[in-house]
């Protein structure tokens, strides 16, 4: 009887303000998605990043059947011209500027490589003999990078030295501050989602007080005279996080995996699957803004 009673009540709110509901759950969505959007971006430059961007800095890499650069002109790199760049690394002269080293096959390049574009077209494009063999190398101090590559860049059987951490700085920095622009526009749309969501609790509870000066009458408890308007914005809220959560999927599985894996076939993107985990956090983070915005606002102008 108690649990009818409570559901019709908000049945019974939610058609009286129809109209503020549905600025609620468009302002929650708004915000919300920009939350999403936020996560999005961090999900994606960390995909970016990959395995080598967290553990290397510096790429030496060798000649293979297909390379094109000067100093391949004699072929693929021989074990014999791999075992002297071992050795050189190995030595005190170079020792001293780097952590560690670790040699990545063309195999292990390959393997790499299906993990961090399994989402993009260009995996079935790319055969394990056009992946170069290399020596990743982890430095004590990035500065030092120039030594490194003058060192390397002319011995035999390199083709080329790279630091591909200082190449993809600059992206990374932008994604981050786009990240950021994202969560303060979110910011401000939650405050505004709470503001709306207090406004609607109060209008509700002003325009039942009859109903609820009755209840209080009849002894009903604080619990049950307050329930029906939290979750009519508990509802409203949680509407708008779906409807987020929806449309970040919908971005990822036809927008990021659809036209730009397609334009960028360099450039791993993150998998609707993979979005689909900021879809609880979303409805969770609405919901208990919601609920928390509505009993403080209840407490302040419901006296039970």
């Known amino acids: 009887m108690r649990l009818a009673f409570i559901l019709g009540e908000i049945g019974s709110g939610l058609r009286r303000n129809l109209s503020m509901v549905i600025s609620v759950v468009l302002v929650t969505f708004v915000s919300l998605t920009f939350v999403g959007a936020a996560g999005m971006l961090q999900m994606q430059i960390n995909q970016m990043k990959g395995y080598w961007y967290d553990k290397v800095q510096v790429a030496i890499f060798l000649c293979n059947d297909s390379s094109t650069s000067t100093g391949c002109a004699s072929g693929a790199v021989t074990k014999e011209q791999q075992a002297n760049l071992a050795k050189m690394l190995d030595s005190p002269t170079v020792k001293q500027y780097i952590t560690d080293y670790q040699f990545e096959s063309q195999a292990d390049a390959f393997k790499h490589f299906k993990e961090q574009f399994s989402n993009s077209p260009i995996v079935d494009s790319v055969t394990q003999d056009q992946l170069p063999s290399s020596f990743r190398i982890n430095m004590k101090d990035p500065q030092k990078y120039q030594i490194i590559s003058e060192t390397f860049s002319s011995q035999a059987g390199v083709e080329t030295v790279s630091d591909q951490r200082q190449v993809l700085e600059r992206i990374f ?54 329930l029906p308007f939290i979750l009519e914005g508990v509802i409203a809220a949680v509407v708008g996080a779906v409807l ?46 919601a609920g928390i915005s509505s009993l403080l606002t209840l407490r302040r102008y419901l006296k039970v």
């Open 173 to 226: 920095e932008w994604m981050n501050g786009a990240s950021v622009a994202a969560m303060v526009v979110a910011g401000v749309m939650i405050f505004c989602a709470v503001l709306l969501i207090t406004t609607t609790i109060r209008l509700s509870a002003f325009s039942r007080r009859r109903e609820t000066g009755i209840m209080r009458l009849v002894g009903a408890s604080k619990t049950v005279i307050q």
């Open 244 to 289: 987020a959560s929806g449309t970040l999927w919908l971005v990822a599985q036809f927008w990021l995996n659809g036209d730009l894996s397609r334009q960028f076939l360099n450039t791993p993107f993150i998998s609707s699957a993979q979005v689909l985990v900021i879809a609880p956090v979303l409805i969770a983070l609405g919901g208990g803004l």
